[in-house]
């Protein structure tokens, strides 16, 4: 038994403090493994043969020559892989259908998977994939999307948003923006694709997985198989980004098939190019924006429309109309985001989903509405600040937009800004800047985490909560010495198990809010036993917390993080490169925990915003219906060399009446990002971009204000 | 994994016997192309004769006063070459605007001129591609082709060559020398390469079993004062969308020696010769390189996405031939 310390120590202020990433030096020497990685004795290895063609039927699987190849253990199909329960609600709703792999013969889009081969090495199951057989029944396809599209509806998950006429307070306005923007089909390409490794262990199912909530993966895992929940541990110690793209994907499915029916540890690891039919993606995006202003700016209506795409076996929507919902003080509001079905892939959540392209959309417009009415954009935004939400009539739980804008003009030099667009040159290049909103929801989510007090005066954090990259061990380690008021050093931080108990995923910017809450919970309720005096036993003193109740208690406020973005770029029109010379983002983010990783987040969001802008975008292939160069040579996204000085910093943004105060940060910084970008190329060439990516031959052939088209 | 042959050769009679000895053989110089295509399965060579360690890789003045340059010097030491960067600063400047630094010491002179186009259809196995199975078609023609060819182009192929030190090349008038079991053998660049027609499987003149072995640089003054300007979709690591090697010597206000090649508009790099032509004994005005893009780019036959090219290059030509006439002024 020893004494209590804890409750004299009263060490805090490791929150807003810089530290380095705990794992950092294992993973920068090699030493952290990752999923693909982890060894394990007569691991055998699966390797994804998905569809050459894009709809149709599966006429045979011609396994006979496959099953003779070096090394090969077995080949599962439609024809003969165990069944699954796809019919259930999962944590995101119901499953997606591509990953109940192997249940029937339909092809409802490229790239489906059609058959996993597990041989020996993943060489031999390679070099076996590529040699399969397999013979389709072809039937015609439909991948165009565009704003015309045919089929358009609103989904039952929409609800539109109708406040006043807006049709009416445009008529009535003296200035009126009505645009149509377009985002292509994006992808999260994190640079480690996605692996698992599924094994059975003492009647337990055991997946070493990458992904961004093992709960998540592990409840999906055991619906889909019939398992007790109990039944299923799933791992995920090291991911290497997941950008909304690591839940639960055909890769973990695929493995614990194969485990069950080998009897042994199975891993399938996807290729870069399954990746960009396996694991989901942004929706391109076609959307229209009106908005409708008296002379000085202020906004009588604001009208955004938006369409995206989704697969004919599951509904995704992307919800880019939603960006504006709670931005503008306006006398009329409609948002509707529809969509449209074609035979592609299902679209998912893809950092910053709906307000990254919805934002694009609507601050593009906002830029347009401040030429016509001879405002300064910033000026623009300040006079339309709304009291509450413009469509719930909440309030906000703080709301500091416009003093991430004073600090961010005051730091890029926005005051000697001349409006006038197309007149500053240098050299061969044409120069301008520009600037946009930014926001995203903070929302919170229950989720459980245990807190032990070991003997020896550490204490040992157990939570489900994944760390894609982000720092969130770090973080959540600070949030725990700080609550417990010892030194981060006396943290040990386990995560990324799911038996440590149901916990909020990586996403939607909620995972450090939602898990931070259930640490401090855990953590205040230690003290509190701890305070009551004795000794610690030496299986130490655990207490359990559950934010179930709590988080359904939240006030029903209006909770934003908020940013404003800012960019400068050299244009040359004759080329039509565009290089961004560089980027400030300012935000109003709630408590900032770890100063250092917050700074990597948000530049990181940022630089996503720069690509996106710029770069990236994935072809499909009309006749084909499959992707053109779905490779990092073909996707291009921004190179090192494309990046510029990049400056993020914050501004105090403190909610007393919040119980964390903490909001996300992992998708902010890419919200307004590409329309700030998109301002600054039409500052400097008088020609508006309403088209992303921003590439070299739409610049050429738009050219210059001066010059006209063409 | 799909087993290959590897042998290593030690000089170049034997490289060329063990090439000789097998259609499916391959010359390996340093696989920045050649590997990646193995991994996935566009390339199937039978066997890989590795020639990284042959005796061609060194750099020499010629008698003329020209260059030779030894078929396996990394594209690194190539750029880096002080004769290089002086007698021919467009190929220095080729070189660096391709791939990245750790490619750039890896891969080959050689292997820079066979190395094949990234069209999206052809580094694909499951589409369809005339060049890497002859007569199963060409999806780009009506499917993706913003980045494709606008001259010399066929119904069969619309890629275009990745190569910017090949169009630095071009310019120069480089001569590829080669070796086969039945000798030595050399061919301009100018002939290095075959035009597209029905057959863009074939890609080059040189005879079956043939090592390349190097490359001379007849001496041309002009191109002390040349330059390389490349267009692409990103700022780092991207091929081309259209590039140009220009070299000009104007004498009092007259064009007396010009030479101009464009990149990623066909399948070789492209000798703008009727540019060159029309700019030859003119002025050295704005107008008159336009007038002399305009007359290389009349042969053009965009497709419908990328008519943009037509534009680029003629901007190109105006925007990098001032750039040298004003230098050339001071």
């Known amino acids: ?45 699966g390797w994804l043969v998905l569809s050459t063609i894009t709809r149709g039927r599966i006429r045979s699987v011609e396994t006979g020559p496959v099953l003779e190849m070096p090394g090969v253990l077995t080949v599962l199909h439609h024809g003969n892989a165990p069944r699954i329960d796809g019919n259930y609600q999962g944590m995101m709703g119901p499953p997606d259908p591509v990953i109940q792999v192997f249940q029937h013969d339909r092809v409802p889009h490229a790239g489906w998977p059609v058959a996993l081969v597990v041989a020996e090495t993943s060489e031999q199951a390679r070099e076996a994939a590529e040699s399969l057989v397999v013979r389709y029944e072809e039937e015609p396809h439909d991948v165009v999307f565009g704003a015309g599209s045919p089929g358009a509806y609103v989904p039952d998950s929409e609800t539109p948003t109708e406040k006043g006429d807006v049709e009416a307070e445009l008529a009535s306005s003296a200035v009126v923006v009505d645009a149509e923007y377009t985002t292509p089909e994006e992808h999260h390409s994190a640079m480690e694709p996605h692996a698992a490794m599924a094994r059975w262990d003492s009647g337990r199912l055991e997946v070493v997985d990458s992904n961004q909530g093992s709960m998540w993966v592990a409840s999906e895992l055991a619906k889909l198989f019939s398992l007790d929940p109990g039944a299923v541990r799933v791992r995920s110690e090291h991911v290497g980004g997941a950008f909304g793209a690591k839940g639960i994907r055909p890769h973990q499915v695929c493995a614990v098939m194969a485990a069950t029916v080998l009897h042994r540890p199975v891993r399938v690891v996807l290729t870069r190019r399954q990746t960009f039919s396996l694991v989901g993606y942004r929706s391109p995006t076609a959307q229209r924006v009106r908005l409708g202003a008296d002379a000085d700016g202020r906004l009588r209506a604001v009208d955004h429309q938006a369409l995206s795409v989704t697969s004919t076996v599951h509904e995704f929507l992307e919800r880019s109309a939603d960006a504006g919902r709670a931005m503008y003080a306006a006398d009329a509001l409609h948002t509707v985001n529809r969509l449209v079905r074609v035979d592609v892939p299902t679209p998912t959540f893809m950092r910053a989903p709906g307000e990254a392209p919805g934002s694009f959309a609507l601050e593009s417009a906002l830029d347009e509405l401040a030429e016509k009415c001879g405002i300064d954009p910033i ?39 001349d409006p006038r667009p197309g007149i500053r040159r240098e050299g061969r290049w044409l120069l301008g800047t520009g600037t946009a909103a930014s926001s ?10 245990s807190v032990t007090a070991e003997a020896d005066g550490s204490f040992t954090v157990r939570i489900t909560a994944a760390d894609v990259g982000t720092g969130a061990r770090t973080a959540l380690t600070l949030i725990a010495a700080d609550a417990l008021e010892v030194a981060p050093e006396r943290i040990r931080m386990k995560i990324a198990d799911s038996d440590f108990g149901p916990a909020m995923v990586a996403g939607g910017s ?36 559950d934010t179930g109740a709590a988080v359904q208690a939240l006030t029903q406020k209006e909770r934003h993080s908020f940013g404003a973005q800012f960019a400068e770029v050299a244009v040359d029109v004759t080329s039509g490169e565009v290089r961004v010379r560089r980027m400030l983002g300012v935000f109003a983010a709630g408590r900032i925990v770890n100063p250092l990783t917050a700074r990597s987040q948000f530049i990181g969001g940022m630089t996503w915003g720069l690509s996106m802008a710029l770069h990236e975008e994935a072809v499909r292939d009309q006749a084909s219906g499959g992707h053109v160069g779905a490779d990092l040579a073909g996707y ?38 590409a329309a700030a970008i998109a301002n600054a190329v039409w500052h400097a060439t008088g020609v508006r971009h309403r088209n992303l990516p921003i590439r070299p031959d739409r610049v050429l052939q738009a050219g210059t204000a001066a010059h006209g088209a063409g | 994994m799909r087993e290959f042959g590897y042998q290593r050769a030690s000089d170049v009679q034997g490289a060329v016997a063990l090439l000789g000895a097998d259609p499916g053989a391959r010359a390996l110089g340093g696989g920045t192309n050649l590997v990646d295509l193995m991994k996935t399965g566009v390339e199937r060579p039978a066997q890989l004769v590795d020639i990284r360690e042959l005796p061609l890789d060194r750099i020499e003045t010629t008698d003329d006063g020209g260059l030779r340059i030894g078929a396996t010097v990394t594209n690194s030491d190539l ?6 960067r002086r007698r021919y600063p467009a190929l220095a400047q080729a070189v660096l605007a391709g791939a990245s630094g750790q490619l750039r010491n890896m891969a080959t002179v050689g292997g820079n001129l066979l190395q094949r186009t990234r069209c999206g259809y052809f580094t694909d196995v499951t589409q369809a591609c005339n060049k890497r199975s002859p007569g199963s078609g060409c999806p780009a023609v009506e499917g993706e082709h913003h980045q494709h060819a606008i001259l010399g182009a066929s119904a069969h192929c619309v890629a275009v060559h990745p190569s910017d030190m090949g169009v630095a090349l071009a310019a120069f008038d480089a001569v590829v020398h080669y070796e086969t079991a039945d000798g030595p053998g050399e061919l301009p660049l100018a002939e290095f390469y075959l035009p597209v027609g029905t057959t863009p499987h074939l890609e080059t003149a040189l005879p079956p079993g043939a090592l390349i072995t190097g490359l001379t640089l007849p001496p041309a003054p002009v191109a002390a004062a040349s330059r390389y300007r490349k267009v692409r979709e990103r700022a780092s690591y991207a091929f081309a969308i259209g590039s140009i090697a220009a070299a000009l010597d104007v004498r009092d206000g007259v064009v007396h020696e010009v030479r101009l090649a464009f990149g990623a508009v066909a399948s070789r790099p492209w000798r703008a010769r009727e540019a060159e032509r029309a700019l030859t004994g003119g002025p050295a005005t704005a107008e008159a390189f336009g007038a002399a893009a305009d007359a290389e780019l009349a042969a053009a036959a965009p497709l419908p996405h990328n008519g943009y090219k037509v534009t680029l290059m003629r901007n190109l030509v105006v925007a990098v031939l001032t750039e040298l006439a004003e230098e050339a002024a001071r």
């Open chain 1, 510 to 545: 909620m995972g450090t809010r939602s898990w931070a809450w259930a640490v401090t919970t855990a953590a205040a309720d230690l003290r509190e036993q701890l305070a009551l005096g004795g000794g610690i036993p030496p299986q130490g003193i655990t207490v359990r917390a």
């Open chain 2, 79 to 84: 750029a880096a070459h002080p004769e290089v």
């Open chain 1, 379 to 417: 000026a623009l935004r300040a006079r339309n600040e709304p009291a509450v939400g413009p469509a719930s009539g909440l309030p906000f739980s703080s709301r500091n937009l416009l003093a991430c804008f004073d600090e961010g003009a005051a730091r890029f030099g926005w005051a000697q800004r």
């Open chain 1, 1 to 45: 038994m020893t004494t209590v310390t804890t409750s004299t120590a009263g060490t805090t202020g490791s929150v807003g403090a810089a530290h380095a990433r705990l794992e950092g030096r294992d993973k920068v020497t090699g030493a952290a493994r990752y999923a693909g990685e982890v060894p394990f004795a007569e691991l055998a290895h």
């Open chain 1, 440 to 449: 995203f929801p903070s929302g919170a989510a229950p989720s459980t985490a």
């Open chain 1, 636 to 673: 291009h996204f921004a190179a090192h060399a494309d990046v510029p000085p990049i400056e993020a910093a914050w501004v105090e943004d403190p909610d007393p009446d919040d119980p964390v105060g903490i909001k996300g940060i992992g998708e902010i910084g890419i919200v307004g990002a």
